[in-house]
């Protein structure tokens, strides 16, 4: 397929043509002369976002999401490629099982699909995985989400196992003696007064404290998950003032949404780590400016019905997460002029992609690139409808709120994954 949109901006501020033809961006003079027209006027062409942190839930949870559905959800919200977290059923834990999920994806993705491996045998956090195995697969981001690695013997010998191959260990913080299986709530006043298991912020950054260290002491590289508090971002800062080689993630959820928003008990707040207060919350958007926190990574997941309508205590957390990603973050960082164009786009494009390692992701839109790239309308919002999502769940937590709306038109080398 060939197209050529007109007068579009760059993040960088440029109005230019760009012209696409046979997957990747050409000169114009190069396209035949049936190329569809796009008009760019007052669109922004941004790089296709890239996601280190999706649930697909397939195989095992074809109920809650497949490869075709969570992809047309990243498609729908701007995104080129996804990276598929491992806690599948079975987990993605062997050679065999990444090539499984490669398959499925080649099969049925509308965006790029990188399984992301465990990194210890089914996540139970005892015995590391095939690491080696799923390295030669491709895979180059290992984590047992879901589960913290808390096991300080485990995560030594994961980043110091990962070393030669690159790969990142991604952590999810959360110490399992602070906040146990029935933490649902940030530990406060409000999880007194409705009654809820506190998860207090240093059950996560103490294990991030921990993981720093041994990150640099054995010189492998870290990734912290959906950072929640102040507390890890001040660990974050201190690391990489230290030159330790870790990057940390946040959710658009974390950014936007806080504790009060469980007061009604309704499980679609129900997340992990959970939702936490105004104070954390600025100093999470404070942390994504000024790039002590390098990624906004979704942690979209998809949960069905019946396994949301439970005590909020036994109900599954997760919340939706990559049609809205873009729109939140615009509302929360790019409106309030706390984050430039350029700026997100390194912290939903380029980075993500950097530290998965996908050379081919991320990139600029610029003449002999791959066109992976989102066509938006920055003025343009609308209010959540839950119903109207791609995904096959519907626990999205903005259902009802108004935000940018902004995708027009998603490429994924050079076809239409997507057009509003
Ligand atoms: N974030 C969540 O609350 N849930 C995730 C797992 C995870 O990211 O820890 C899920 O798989 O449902
Ligand atoms: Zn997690
Ligand atoms: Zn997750």
Known sequence: MSLLISG?????????????????????????????????DGLLALPGLVDLHTHLREPGREDAETVASGTRAAARGGFTAVFAMPNLTPATDTGEAVAYLNELAARDAHCEVVPIGAVTKGRDGTELAELGMMAAQGVTVFSDDGACIHDSLIMRRALTYLKPFGGVVAQHAQDPRLAGPSACCHESEISGRLGLPGW??????????????????????????????AESVE??????????????????????????????????????????????????????????????????????????????????????????????VIDVMVNTGRMDWATLVERMSAAPARIGRLPHQGRQIAVGEPANLVLVDPTRRATVDRAASASRSRNNP????????????????????YRR
Not at 205 to 227: N, W
Not at 399 to 416: M, Q, Y
């Open 398 to 417: 903005y259902h009802g709120i108004d935000l940018p709306d902004p995708v027009e038109l998603t490429l994924w080398r050079g076809a239409v994954t």
């Open 8 to 40: 579009v901006r760059l993040a960088d501020g440029t109005v230019t043509d760009v012209a696409v033809h046979e997957g990747l961006i050409v000169p114009v003079s190069d396209l035949p002369a049936d190329a569809e027209r796009v008009d760019g």
């Open 200 to 229: 207090p912020t240093v059950a996560e950054s103490t294990i991030i404290a921990r993981d720093v260290q041994l990150a640099e002491f054995t010189g492998g590289r870290y990734h912290a998950c959906h950072i929640s508090t």
């Open 235 to 328: 660990v974050i800062r201190w690391a990489k003032k230290r030159g330790i080689d870790v990057t940390a993630e946040v959710t658009p959820h974390h950014l936007l949404l806080d504790t009060p928003h469980v007061e009604g008990y309704d499980t679609t707040f129900k997340v992990n780590p959970p939702l936490r207060t105004s104070e954390h919350i600025e100093a999470l958007r404070e942390a994504l400016a000024d790039g002590t926190i390098d990624v906004v990574g979704t942690d979209h997941a998809p949960h069905a019905r019946q396994d949301k309508d439970h005590p909020f205590d036994v109900a599954s957390p997760g919340m939706l997460g990559l049609e809205q990603a873009l729109g939140v």
